[in-house]
C-alpha cells in the first residue's frame, strides 16, 4: 500500500479541484470576489434556516447521549483507557478547534456588536448595547459552534477506534451506503466534499490569522499592511507548519498545542489582573445568564420580517465556518480521544473549549468594553474602520503593551502553525484510505494547497472572499452530517441490544 495509498480518486480529484480554484482566483482576482459574493448572497438568503436548524439539532443530539446509556459506551475497546492526559487532551482541543479565531474575534466581535447592534432599536455604545453584544460573543462562541466538531469528532472515533474501521468521513455513513453498485463512487463523493470543505475551512482560519499577524506587526513595528506583507507572512507559515509536519503527532503538534494552550491562558490571566478585574467577572457572570436565557431564540433567530442581513453575516457564517472545519478538527479530535467514554468526550469536548473560549471574551472583550465605555477610548471605532486592530488597540491601553503584543504575535503564530500542521496530516490521512501515517510527499501538497488558496482569497477579496469560501464549501457536509448522526444512533442502539460485538482490531 506504501507508494499507492496516495494514488486514489479522493487525493486526484479534491487536489485537481482545489488547484483550478488557486489558478483561476490568482488569474482573475476580480472575477473570482464577484462570483464568491453571489455565492456568498445566495446561500445566507436561500439556506440560512438550514445551518440554524441543523446545529441547533446537533445540540440536542449530544445532550440526549450524554444523558442516555449510550454515554457508557467507551470509544476503544472496553478496557481501554485514555491515550493523552487530560491538559494534553485539552490544549490540542483548544488549539486545532479555535486557533486564531477566537484570538481575532475575541475583542473584534463584542466591540463589532457594541459599535453596531446586533437588534434594531438597542442604540449603539451604550450599556444596553455592551450587554448584547457580549450575550451575543458568547453565544457564537459555546456550545453550538463546538456541538458541529463534537458530533465528527465522536462518529469518526466510534468507526476507528471502537469498530476498527478507517477515520475516513465516508466510513461513517457505510452502513446506510451499503455495498450496493455505485456505493463507491458515492463514498469517494463524501470524502471529496469533505477535504473540499476542509482545506476551505482551513484557509479561512490561516487567512484570518494572517490578517491579524499583519495588523500587529503594522500596530507594533510600524510595518506596511498589504498584499506583499501577507504572502511574505503566508511564505514564512508554509515553511514552518510543513517543517513541524516531519516530527509527527506526538512531537510538534503535541508540544505547539501544549504551549498555545499555556501561553493563551498566561496572556488572559495578565489582561484578568492588570484590566478592569471585578468588571470581567460581573461580565463573565451576566453573559453566562444571557447566553443561557437566550439560547432557543438565538439559536433559531432569522429576520424575514424586518430584512437586514446582520444574522447572515455573523451567526450564519460562524455556523457554516464551523461545519467547514468539522471534517478537519472531527478527525483530529478523534484521533487523540482514543480510550475515552462517549459522556466523557462530550463533556470534555462540548464544555471545557468553550468555557475557555467564554472566559476569554469575557477578559478581553469585557477590557476593551469597559475601555470604551468609563476611559473614553474608542477601540470600537477602530475596529469598525479595521478589524485586525482590536487586540492591539486594547494592548494599547494596558502596561506592557510591547510585550503583550509581542506575546500575542507569538500565539497567533503557533496557533496557525498548528492547526495548519494539524490540517495538513488530517488532509493527507483523508486523502489516502484513512492512513495514520500518511506519506510526506501528500502533506507537501496539502501544505502548498492551503497556504495557496489562502493567499488567493487573501488577494482577491480579503476577509470577505475568505468567509464566502467557508460558507459556500459548508452547505452540501450539512446533509453529510445529518445523517450521520443518524448512522451513529442506530448502531449504538444495535449494540446496546448485544447484536454486532466491538471488533478487536
Known amino acids: 500500500m ?20 488557486v489558478i483561476f482566483g ?45 454515554g457508557k459506551v467507551r470509544l476503544g475497546k472496553d478496557d481501554e483507557r485514555p491515550q493523552y492526559p487530560f491538559f494534553t487532551w485539552i490544549g490540542m482541543l483548544f ?5 486564531i479565531g477566537l484570538v481575532f474575534w475575541g475583542i473584534a466581535e463584542p466591540m463589532s456588536h457594541f459599535f453596531e447592534t446586533p437588534i434594531p432599536g438597542v442604540e449603539a455604545q451604550t450599556e444596553e448595547a455592551a450587554r448584547l453584544a ?35 468521513v465516508s466510513t461513517s455513513l457505510s452502513p446506510m451506503i451499503g455495498r450496493r453498485k455505485g456505493s ?65 503527532l506526538d512531537k510538534g503538534i503535541k508540544w505547539l498545542s501544549n504551549l498555545n494552550l499555556s501561553l493563551a491562558l498566561i496572556l488572559m490571566l495578565f489582561v484578568f489582573i492588570v484590566g478592569p478585574t471585578v468588571f470581567i467577572l460581573n461580565t463573565f457572570t451576566l453573559g453566562i445568564g444571557d447566553y443561557i436565557s437566550n439560547f432557543i431564540r438565538y439559536s433559531l433567530r432569522l429576520t424575514p420580517y424586518q430584512g437586514g442581513t446582520w444574522v447572515q453575516d455573523w451567526t450564519i457564517f460562524y455556523w457554516a465556518w464551523a461545519i467547514a472545519w468539522s471534517p478537519f478538527v472531527g478527525a483530529f479530535i478523534a484521533r487523540v480521544s482514543r480510550g475515552r467514554t462517549i459522556r466523557e468526550f462530550i463533556v470534555g469536548v462540548l464544555v471545557v473549549p468553550p468555557l475557555i473560549a467564554l472566559m476569554w471574551i469575557a477578559v478581553f472583550g469585557g477590557t476593551a468594553l469597559h475601555l470604551d465605555l468609563f476611559n473614553g477610548t474608542s477601540i470600537a471605532e477602530g475596529v469598525n474602520k479595521d478589524v485586525t486592530s482590536a487586540l492591539f488597540s486594547t494592548y494599547g491601553e494596558l502596561p506592557f503593551t510591547m510585550v503583550l503584543s509581542v506575546l500575542s504575535i507569538l500565539l497567533i503564530f503557533t496557533f496557525l502553525i498548528t492547526s495548519a500542521d494539524s490540517a495538513t496530516y488530517i488532509l493527507s490521512s483523508m486523502t489516502t484510505e484513512g492512513s495514520l501515517n500518511p506519506p510526506m ?34 452547505l452540501p457536509f450539512t446533509v453529510i452530517l445529518i445523517l450521520m448522526c443518524v448512522t451513529l444512533f442506530r448502531l449504538l442502539r444495535k449494540e446496546r441490544k448485544g447484536k454486532p460485538r466491538p471488533s478487536k482490531k
Do not use: C
Open 2 to 21: 506504501g507508494n499507492r495509498t496516495y494514488l486514489n480518486k479522493v487525493f486526484w480529484v479534491s487536489a485537481i479541484i482545489v488547484s483550478i480554484l
Open 134 to 168: 457580549m450575550g451575543y460573543a458568547f453565544f457564537h462562541w459555546g456550545v453550538s459552534q463546538w456541538s458541529v466538531f463534537t458530533i465528527v469528532g465522536l462518529i469518526i472515533a466510534y468507526f476507528q477506534f471502537r469498530k476498527g474501521e478507517n477515520g475516513l
Open 184 to 248: 463507491s463512487g458515492i463514498k469517494d463523493t463524501i470524502d471529496i466534499l469533505a477535504v473540499i470543505a476542509t482545506v476551505m475551512g482551513v484557509a479561512t482560519s490561516l487567512g484570518l490569522g494572517i490578517l491579524q499577524i499583519n495588523g500587529g506587526l503594522s500596530s507594533v513595528f510600524g510595518l506596511g499592511s498589504g498584499t506583499v506583507t501577507q504572502l511574505v507572512i503566508v511564505l514564512i507559515l508554509l515553511v514552518l507548519y510543513l517543517a513541524s509536519s516531519t516530527t509527527g
Open 26 to 70: 490568482a488569474s482573475f482576482p476580480k472575477l473570482f470576489a464577484k462570483g464568491a459574493n453571489a455565492a456568498f448572497g445566495f446561500t445566507t438568503y436561500s439556506f440560512g434556516w438550514f445551518y440554524l436548524a441543523a446545529v441547533f439539532f446537533f445540540v440536542l443530539f449530544l445532550l440526549f447521549l450524554m444523558g442516555s446509556k449510550y
Open 441 to 474: 510527499i501528500v502533506k507537501i501538497v496539502w501544505g502548498v494547497l492551503i497556504a495557496a488558496i489562502a493567499a488567493v482569497l487573501l488577494v482577491s477579496s480579503g476577509l470577505e472572499g475568505l468567509q464566502t469560501a467557508s460558507l459556500v464549501s459548508a
Open 95 to 99: 488549539s486545532a478547534g479555535f486557533g
